[in-house]
Protein backbone atom coordinates (compact mmCIF):
# COMPACT_ATOMS: atom_id res chain seq x y z
CA UNK A 1 0.00 0.00 0.00
CA UNK A 2 1.45 2.89 -1.14
CA UNK A 3 1.31 6.63 0.95
CA UNK A 4 0.78 9.72 -1.41
CA UNK A 5 1.62 13.60 0.02
CA UNK A 6 -1.15 15.97 -0.95
CA UNK A 7 -3.01 18.75 0.58
CA UNK A 8 -6.28 18.82 2.81
CA UNK A 9 -8.42 20.86 4.07
CA UNK A 10 -11.38 20.60 6.32
CA UNK A 11 -14.95 21.37 4.95
CA UNK A 12 -14.41 24.73 6.13
CA UNK A 13 -11.65 25.44 4.11
CA UNK A 14 -10.16 27.51 6.68
CA UNK A 15 -7.59 24.67 7.84
CA UNK A 16 -5.82 22.88 5.70
CA UNK A 17 -2.42 20.86 6.01
CA UNK A 18 -0.62 18.95 4.02
CA UNK A 19 0.02 14.72 4.60
CA UNK A 20 0.48 11.01 3.77
CA UNK A 21 -2.62 9.27 2.97
CA UNK A 22 -3.18 5.79 2.23
CA UNK A 23 -6.34 4.25 0.88
CA UNK A 24 -6.74 0.31 1.47
CA UNK A 25 -9.93 -1.25 -0.08
CA UNK A 26 -9.34 -4.41 1.80
CA UNK A 27 -9.25 -4.88 5.80
CA UNK A 28 -5.88 -6.83 4.67
CA UNK A 29 -4.09 -4.06 3.38
CA UNK A 30 -5.35 -2.00 6.64
CA UNK A 31 -3.88 -4.11 8.77
CA UNK A 32 -0.56 -4.47 6.90
CA UNK A 33 -0.25 -0.44 6.93
CA UNK A 34 -1.46 -0.59 10.88
CA UNK A 35 1.35 -3.45 11.32
CA UNK A 36 3.86 -0.82 11.32
CA UNK A 37 2.14 1.61 13.60
CA UNK A 38 -0.97 3.54 14.21
CA UNK A 39 -1.57 6.24 12.13
CA UNK A 40 -4.94 8.74 12.51
CA UNK A 41 -7.77 7.25 10.50
CA UNK A 42 -10.00 10.11 8.35
CA UNK A 43 -13.33 9.53 6.48
CA UNK A 44 -14.82 11.63 4.35
CA UNK A 45 -13.45 14.66 5.88
CA UNK A 46 -17.07 16.51 7.11
CA UNK A 47 -15.59 18.09 10.01
CA UNK A 48 -15.39 21.41 9.77
CA UNK A 49 -12.19 22.68 11.79
CA UNK A 50 -9.24 20.23 11.55
CA UNK A 51 -10.61 17.35 13.12
CA UNK A 52 -9.56 14.99 10.57
CA UNK A 53 -5.85 16.88 9.66
CA UNK A 54 -2.53 15.55 10.61
CA UNK A 55 0.24 18.02 9.20
CA UNK A 56 3.71 16.78 8.23
CA UNK A 57 2.19 13.42 9.29
CA UNK A 58 0.21 10.40 8.28
CA UNK A 59 -3.69 9.07 7.79
CA UNK A 60 -5.13 6.51 6.57
CA UNK A 61 -8.89 6.98 4.90
CA UNK A 62 -11.33 4.43 5.43
CA UNK A 63 -13.88 4.95 2.99
CA UNK A 64 -13.07 1.88 0.87
CA UNK A 65 -14.09 0.11 3.57
CA UNK A 66 -17.51 0.53 3.78
CA UNK A 67 -19.12 -3.01 3.60
CA UNK A 68 -22.61 -4.00 5.29
CA UNK A 69 -21.27 -7.28 7.14
CA UNK A 70 -24.32 -8.49 8.76
CA UNK A 71 -27.96 -7.58 9.73
CA UNK A 72 -30.44 -8.96 12.16
CA UNK A 73 -33.91 -7.93 11.02
CA UNK A 74 -35.84 -9.09 14.46
CA UNK A 75 -33.33 -6.74 16.54
CA UNK A 76 -32.55 -4.60 14.09
CA UNK A 77 -28.94 -4.71 14.85
CA UNK A 78 -26.69 -3.87 11.65
CA UNK A 79 -22.67 -4.53 11.23
CA UNK A 80 -20.62 -2.77 9.46
CA UNK A 81 -17.74 -0.89 8.42
CA UNK A 82 -16.17 2.45 9.48
CA UNK A 83 -16.15 3.65 6.53
CA UNK A 84 -19.93 3.26 5.29
CA UNK A 85 -21.65 6.37 4.73
CA UNK A 86 -24.62 7.19 7.04
CA UNK A 87 -26.65 8.38 4.12
CA UNK A 88 -26.04 5.29 2.27
CA UNK A 89 -27.62 3.51 5.59
CA UNK A 90 -30.64 5.52 5.16
CA UNK A 91 -31.23 4.25 1.29
CA UNK A 92 -30.82 0.67 1.77
CA UNK A 93 -32.94 0.64 4.93
CA UNK A 94 -35.65 2.65 5.05
CA UNK A 95 -37.95 1.15 2.17
CA UNK A 96 -37.14 -2.01 4.60
CA UNK A 97 -38.65 -0.45 7.53
CA UNK A 98 -35.32 0.91 9.31
CA UNK A 99 -33.33 3.90 9.49
CA UNK A 100 -30.10 4.71 11.63
CA UNK A 101 -30.75 5.87 15.01
CA UNK A 102 -29.69 9.45 14.93
CA UNK A 103 -28.48 10.87 11.96
CA UNK A 104 -25.79 14.45 11.37
CA UNK A 105 -27.11 17.41 8.72
CA UNK A 106 -25.13 14.75 6.28
CA UNK A 107 -25.35 11.92 4.82
CA UNK A 108 -21.85 11.50 4.05
CA UNK A 109 -20.56 10.71 7.43
CA UNK A 110 -19.28 7.74 8.02
CA UNK A 111 -19.78 5.26 10.43
CA UNK A 112 -16.89 5.64 11.76
CA UNK A 113 -16.60 8.95 12.05
CA UNK A 114 -20.10 9.58 13.77
CA UNK A 115 -19.00 7.36 16.55
CA UNK A 116 -15.77 9.46 16.98
CA UNK A 117 -17.59 12.56 17.02
CA UNK A 118 -20.74 10.96 18.87
CA UNK A 119 -22.79 12.77 16.25
CA UNK A 120 -26.75 13.98 17.66
CA UNK A 121 -28.95 14.44 15.18
CA UNK A 122 -32.66 16.23 14.82
CA UNK A 123 -34.00 13.46 17.42
CA UNK A 124 -31.94 13.86 20.38
CA UNK A 125 -34.41 15.13 22.14
CA UNK A 126 -35.38 12.24 23.19
CA UNK A 127 -33.42 9.68 21.04
CA UNK A 128 -29.88 10.84 22.30
CA UNK A 129 -26.86 10.63 21.06
CA UNK A 130 -25.44 8.29 18.46
CA UNK A 131 -23.57 6.18 20.31
CA UNK A 132 -25.87 5.10 22.83
CA UNK A 133 -27.44 3.24 19.85
CA UNK A 134 -23.45 1.62 19.05
CA UNK A 135 -23.71 -2.35 20.97
CA UNK A 136 -19.77 -2.80 19.72
CA UNK A 137 -16.77 -1.54 18.49
CA UNK A 138 -14.04 -3.48 16.97
CA UNK A 139 -10.83 -0.94 17.57
CA UNK A 140 -7.24 -1.32 16.30
CA UNK A 141 -5.39 -0.08 19.83
CA UNK A 142 -1.40 0.13 20.02
CA UNK A 143 -2.01 -3.43 21.69
CA UNK A 144 -4.17 -5.04 19.13
CA UNK A 145 -7.95 -5.48 18.32
CA UNK A 146 -10.33 -5.49 20.71
CA UNK A 147 -13.80 -5.19 20.73
CA UNK A 148 -15.28 -2.61 23.01
CA UNK A 149 -18.92 -2.39 24.61
CA UNK A 150 -20.57 -0.29 26.57
CA UNK A 151 -21.22 -3.12 29.62
CA UNK A 152 -17.73 -5.24 28.88
CA UNK A 153 -15.44 -2.20 28.64
CA UNK A 154 -17.41 0.54 29.90
CA UNK A 155 -13.68 2.93 30.63
CA UNK A 156 -12.37 2.19 26.74
CA UNK A 157 -16.27 2.74 25.28
CA UNK A 158 -16.42 6.16 26.70
CA UNK A 159 -13.09 7.28 25.73
CA UNK A 160 -13.78 5.41 22.25
CA UNK A 161 -17.83 7.40 21.87
CA UNK A 162 -16.86 10.97 20.98
CA UNK A 163 -13.29 10.26 21.72
CA UNK A 164 -12.10 11.91 18.15
CA UNK A 165 -10.20 8.71 17.18
CA UNK A 166 -8.13 8.73 20.12
CA UNK A 167 -8.29 5.48 21.24
CA UNK A 168 -7.35 3.79 18.12
CA UNK A 169 -8.62 2.85 14.21
CA UNK A 170 -11.98 2.28 14.19
CA UNK A 171 -12.41 -0.90 12.30
CA UNK A 172 -16.16 -1.75 12.04
CA UNK A 173 -19.16 -1.19 14.46
CA UNK A 174 -22.61 -2.92 15.61
CA UNK A 175 -25.63 -0.23 15.92
CA UNK A 176 -29.30 -0.22 16.55
CA UNK A 177 -31.00 1.03 13.63
CA UNK A 178 -34.31 2.47 14.40
CA UNK A 179 -37.96 1.27 13.15
CA UNK A 180 -39.43 3.85 10.61
CA UNK A 181 -42.87 4.04 8.33
CA UNK A 182 -41.08 4.42 5.22
CA UNK A 183 -38.70 6.40 3.10
CA UNK A 184 -40.23 9.68 2.93
CA UNK A 185 -40.48 12.34 5.54
CA UNK A 186 -43.72 14.20 6.48
CA UNK A 187 -42.97 17.55 7.34
CA UNK A 188 -44.80 20.40 9.07
CA UNK A 189 -43.09 23.46 8.60
CA UNK A 190 -44.40 26.55 10.60
CA UNK A 191 -43.13 30.12 10.50
CA UNK A 192 -41.54 31.53 13.94
CA UNK A 193 -41.99 35.13 14.43
CA UNK A 194 -39.32 35.83 16.95
CA UNK A 195 -37.12 33.92 20.02
CA UNK A 196 -39.92 33.42 22.52
CA UNK A 197 -41.82 31.87 20.10
CA UNK A 198 -38.89 29.91 18.92
CA UNK A 199 -38.03 28.28 21.97
CA UNK A 200 -41.61 27.83 22.93
CA UNK A 201 -42.25 25.65 20.23
CA UNK A 202 -39.29 24.10 20.28
CA UNK A 203 -40.13 23.02 24.11
CA UNK A 204 -43.84 21.70 23.07
CA UNK A 205 -42.66 19.80 20.23
CA UNK A 206 -43.21 16.55 20.62
CA UNK A 207 -42.44 15.15 17.15
CA UNK A 208 -39.81 12.39 16.15
CA UNK A 209 -37.78 14.94 14.27
CA UNK A 210 -37.97 18.37 15.13
CA UNK A 211 -35.34 21.52 13.65
CA UNK A 212 -35.13 25.18 13.99
CA UNK A 213 -33.80 27.26 11.19
CA UNK A 214 -33.37 30.71 12.46
CA UNK A 215 -33.04 34.54 10.73
CA UNK A 216 -29.37 35.01 12.22
CA UNK A 217 -29.49 38.47 10.90
CA UNK A 218 -33.38 39.55 12.21
CA UNK A 219 -33.06 42.31 15.10
CA UNK A 220 -35.36 44.17 17.35
CA UNK A 221 -38.79 42.63 18.10
CA UNK A 222 -37.87 39.55 14.93
CA UNK A 223 -34.71 38.47 16.71
CA UNK A 224 -35.01 34.72 16.74
CA UNK A 225 -37.51 34.38 13.78
CA UNK A 226 -37.31 31.40 12.01
CA UNK A 227 -39.03 28.28 10.49
CA UNK A 228 -39.76 25.46 12.75
CA UNK A 229 -39.43 21.28 11.17
CA UNK A 230 -41.47 18.61 12.30
CA UNK A 231 -40.66 15.61 10.70
CA UNK A 232 -42.01 12.05 10.76
CA UNK A 233 -41.12 8.90 8.69
CA UNK A 234 -44.40 8.03 5.95
CA UNK A 235 -44.64 5.63 3.32
CA UNK A 236 -46.75 5.10 0.24
CA UNK A 237 -46.58 8.76 -1.13
CA UNK A 238 -44.10 9.81 -3.57
CA UNK A 239 -42.30 13.14 -3.47
CA UNK A 240 -41.12 15.03 -6.02
CA UNK A 241 -37.03 14.34 -6.11
CA UNK A 242 -34.79 17.19 -6.61
CA UNK A 243 -31.71 16.62 -8.84
CA UNK A 244 -28.03 17.00 -7.62
CA UNK A 245 -26.78 20.36 -8.42
CA UNK A 246 -22.96 21.11 -8.02
CA UNK A 247 -21.31 24.68 -6.90
CA UNK A 248 -18.96 25.16 -9.91
CA UNK A 249 -16.54 27.99 -8.50
CA UNK A 250 -15.68 29.65 -5.65
CA UNK A 251 -17.99 32.33 -5.06
CA UNK A 252 -16.86 36.08 -4.87
CA UNK A 253 -16.69 37.78 -1.18
CA UNK A 254 -20.05 39.95 -2.22
CA UNK A 255 -22.04 36.81 -2.33
CA UNK A 256 -22.80 36.94 1.14
CA UNK A 257 -22.28 40.41 2.30
CA UNK A 258 -24.51 41.26 4.83
CA UNK A 259 -27.13 43.24 2.80
CA UNK A 260 -27.63 40.07 0.46
CA UNK A 261 -27.39 37.47 3.33
CA UNK A 262 -30.68 40.06 5.28
CA UNK A 263 -32.61 39.65 1.66
CA UNK A 264 -32.08 36.01 1.44
CA UNK A 265 -33.13 35.18 4.69
CA UNK A 266 -36.13 37.66 4.30
CA UNK A 267 -37.70 35.55 1.48
CA UNK A 268 -36.65 32.19 3.23
CA UNK A 269 -38.81 33.02 5.81
CA UNK A 270 -41.53 34.38 4.28
CA UNK A 271 -41.37 30.51 1.93
CA UNK A 272 -43.86 29.12 4.42
CA UNK A 273 -47.05 30.50 4.79
CA UNK A 274 -48.54 32.10 8.05
CA UNK A 275 -50.77 29.24 8.82
CA UNK A 276 -47.73 27.02 8.19
CA UNK A 277 -47.94 23.89 5.84
CA UNK A 278 -47.28 20.44 5.79
CA UNK A 279 -45.31 18.70 2.63
CA UNK A 280 -43.70 15.39 1.67
CA UNK A 281 -39.67 14.92 1.42
CA UNK A 282 -37.73 12.11 0.39
CA UNK A 283 -35.80 11.30 3.47
CA UNK A 284 -32.38 12.54 2.69
CA UNK A 285 -33.94 15.98 1.45
CA UNK A 286 -35.42 15.91 4.86
CA UNK A 287 -32.12 15.23 7.13
CA UNK A 288 -29.58 16.45 4.69
CA UNK A 289 -30.45 19.06 2.97
CA UNK A 290 -27.32 20.55 1.89
CA UNK A 291 -26.06 17.26 0.58
CA UNK A 292 -27.84 17.64 -2.84
CA UNK A 293 -25.71 21.13 -3.49
CA UNK A 294 -22.60 19.01 -4.32
CA UNK A 295 -19.22 21.61 -2.91
CA UNK A 296 -21.60 23.99 -1.08
CA UNK A 297 -18.91 25.05 0.58
CA UNK A 298 -17.16 27.08 -2.45
CA UNK A 299 -19.89 29.00 -1.79
CA UNK A 300 -18.28 31.38 0.99
CA UNK A 301 -15.26 31.30 -1.25
CA UNK A 302 -11.49 30.39 -1.19
CA UNK A 303 -10.90 32.05 2.32
CA UNK A 304 -13.31 29.97 3.88
CA UNK A 305 -15.71 29.70 6.55
CA UNK A 306 -16.02 28.58 10.25
CA UNK A 307 -18.86 27.73 12.23
CA UNK A 308 -19.70 28.68 15.74
CA UNK A 309 -21.87 25.79 17.58
CA UNK A 310 -22.46 25.29 21.17
CA UNK A 311 -25.10 23.86 23.37
CA UNK A 312 -25.73 25.70 26.78
CA UNK A 313 -28.14 24.07 29.75
CA UNK A 314 -31.89 25.18 29.21
CA UNK A 315 -31.54 27.39 32.21
CA UNK A 316 -29.34 29.43 29.95
CA UNK A 317 -31.69 29.91 27.63
CA UNK A 318 -31.17 34.00 28.38
CA UNK A 319 -27.71 34.13 27.75
CA UNK A 320 -27.96 32.19 24.32
CA UNK A 321 -30.69 34.99 22.88
CA UNK A 322 -28.16 37.58 23.83
CA UNK A 323 -25.30 35.53 21.85
CA UNK A 324 -28.05 35.78 18.89
CA UNK A 325 -27.99 39.22 19.68
CA UNK A 326 -24.49 39.67 19.20
CA UNK A 327 -24.46 37.61 16.10
CA UNK A 328 -27.20 39.79 14.38
CA UNK A 329 -26.04 43.32 15.44
CA UNK A 330 -22.55 42.08 13.95
CA UNK A 331 -24.04 41.65 9.98
CA UNK A 332 -21.16 38.57 9.70
CA UNK A 333 -23.90 35.75 9.53
CA UNK A 334 -25.01 33.20 6.88
CA UNK A 335 -27.92 32.34 5.82
CA UNK A 336 -27.25 29.18 7.56
CA UNK A 337 -28.00 28.83 11.47
CA UNK A 338 -29.92 26.74 12.80
CA UNK A 339 -31.38 26.38 16.88
CA UNK A 340 -32.56 22.63 18.33
CA UNK A 341 -33.50 21.55 21.51
CA UNK A 342 -31.47 18.73 22.56
CA UNK A 343 -32.37 15.83 25.85
CA UNK A 344 -29.90 14.53 27.99
CA UNK A 345 -26.38 13.47 27.25
CA UNK A 346 -23.95 11.64 25.25
CA UNK A 347 -22.69 8.49 25.61
CA UNK A 348 -18.68 9.59 26.26
CA UNK A 349 -16.74 11.53 27.95
CA UNK A 350 -16.03 14.34 25.15
CA UNK A 351 -19.20 13.85 23.57
CA UNK A 352 -20.80 17.40 23.19
CA UNK A 353 -24.64 16.98 23.71
CA UNK A 354 -26.21 17.79 26.78
CA UNK A 355 -29.66 18.60 27.55
CA UNK A 356 -30.35 22.84 26.35
CA UNK A 357 -30.25 24.18 23.79
CA UNK A 358 -27.90 24.17 20.70
CA UNK A 359 -27.18 27.07 18.04
CA UNK A 360 -25.01 26.67 14.83
CA UNK A 361 -23.98 29.80 12.86
CA UNK A 362 -21.71 29.79 9.81
CA UNK A 363 -19.44 32.59 8.95
CA UNK A 364 -17.53 33.46 6.04
CA UNK A 365 -13.82 33.74 7.13
CA UNK A 366 -13.26 37.23 7.83
CA UNK A 367 -10.99 38.72 10.70
CA UNK A 368 -14.58 40.62 12.36
CA UNK A 369 -16.02 37.13 12.34
CA UNK A 370 -12.85 35.55 14.10
CA UNK A 371 -12.77 38.05 16.78
CA UNK A 372 -16.98 37.19 17.48
CA UNK A 373 -16.19 33.76 17.64
CA UNK A 374 -13.43 33.62 20.03
CA UNK A 375 -16.61 35.74 22.28
CA UNK A 376 -19.35 33.49 21.53
CA UNK A 377 -16.91 30.77 22.91
CA UNK A 378 -16.24 32.87 25.65
CA UNK A 379 -19.88 33.33 27.20
CA UNK A 380 -20.95 29.52 25.82
CA UNK A 381 -18.30 28.29 28.54
CA UNK A 382 -19.47 31.23 30.85
CA UNK A 383 -22.74 29.78 30.55
CA UNK A 384 -21.78 26.06 31.47
CA UNK A 385 -22.31 24.75 28.08
CA UNK A 386 -19.67 24.05 25.79
CA UNK A 387 -18.54 24.07 22.18
CA UNK A 388 -18.87 20.99 19.35
CA UNK A 389 -15.53 19.84 17.95
CA UNK A 390 -17.06 18.28 14.57
CA UNK A 391 -17.42 22.14 13.86
CA UNK A 392 -14.79 24.38 15.75
CA UNK A 393 -11.76 25.54 13.80
CA UNK A 394 -11.06 28.42 16.76
CA UNK A 395 -11.50 27.61 19.86
CA UNK A 396 -8.16 27.96 22.27
CA UNK A 397 -6.64 24.95 24.75
CA UNK A 398 -7.92 26.99 28.03
CA UNK A 399 -11.41 26.67 26.86
CA UNK A 400 -11.74 23.44 27.25
CA UNK A 401 -11.60 22.09 30.62
CA UNK A 402 -14.31 24.05 31.76
CA UNK A 403 -16.48 22.95 29.35
CA UNK A 404 -15.49 19.16 29.14
CA UNK A 405 -15.40 18.41 32.70
CA UNK A 406 -14.64 14.21 32.01
CA UNK A 407 -11.45 15.82 29.78
CA UNK A 408 -9.06 13.90 32.73
CA UNK A 409 -10.58 10.33 32.43
CA UNK A 410 -10.30 10.62 28.71
CA UNK A 411 -6.78 11.58 28.61
CA UNK A 412 -6.19 8.80 30.96
CA UNK A 413 -8.06 6.01 29.06
CA UNK A 414 -6.61 7.62 25.48
CA UNK A 415 -3.03 7.46 27.11
CA UNK A 416 -3.67 3.99 27.87
CA UNK A 417 -4.68 2.78 24.64
CA UNK A 418 -2.21 5.08 22.39
CA UNK A 419 0.71 5.55 24.83
CA UNK A 420 2.67 7.35 22.44
CA UNK A 421 0.28 9.45 21.00
CA UNK A 422 0.73 8.11 17.43
CA UNK A 423 -3.19 9.34 16.92
CA UNK A 424 -3.25 13.16 17.44
CA UNK A 425 -4.11 15.15 14.93
CA UNK A 426 -4.15 18.36 14.04
CA UNK A 427 -7.36 19.41 16.67
CA UNK A 428 -6.38 17.87 19.20
CA UNK A 429 -2.98 19.19 19.21
CA UNK A 430 -4.19 23.02 18.60
CA UNK A 431 -6.55 22.56 21.67
CA UNK A 432 -4.05 20.19 23.83
CA UNK A 433 -6.32 17.96 24.78
CA UNK A 434 -3.94 14.76 24.93
CA UNK A 435 -2.27 16.86 27.59
CA UNK A 436 -2.45 19.89 30.13
CA UNK A 437 -3.66 22.88 28.59
Known sequence: MRWKTADFAGWGRALSARFDVARPERRRALDALLSEGLVPAMGMRRSYGDAALNAGGRAVEMTRLDRMIGFDPATGELEAEAGVQ?????????????????MPGTGFATLGGCIAQDVHGKNHHHAGSFCQHVTSIRLRTA?????VTPEGTPDLFRATAGGLGQTGVILSARIRMMPCKG????????RIDDWDEHIAML????????????????????????????????SGLVPRRVKFRKVPFDAPRFALSAPVVRAFNQLYWR??????????????????????IHDWNR???????????????LAAAGEL??????????GLASPL???????????????????????AVDFPNRAGARDLIARLIERARGAGGRIYFAKDSLARADDIPAMYPELAAWRAASSDADPQGALATDLVRRLKLRGAA
Open 86 to 102: IGQLAQVFAPKGWLPPV
Open 143 to 147: AGEVE
Open 183 to 190: DVMIVTER
Open 203 to 234: DASRATYTVGWIDATATGSGLGRGILEEGETG
Open 271 to 292: RVPESGRTVVKPIGDFFFPLDK
Open 299 to 313: LYGKRGFHQFQCVVP
Open 321 to 330: RAMLESIAGS
Open 337 to 359: AVLKRMGPGGAGHLSFPMEGYTL
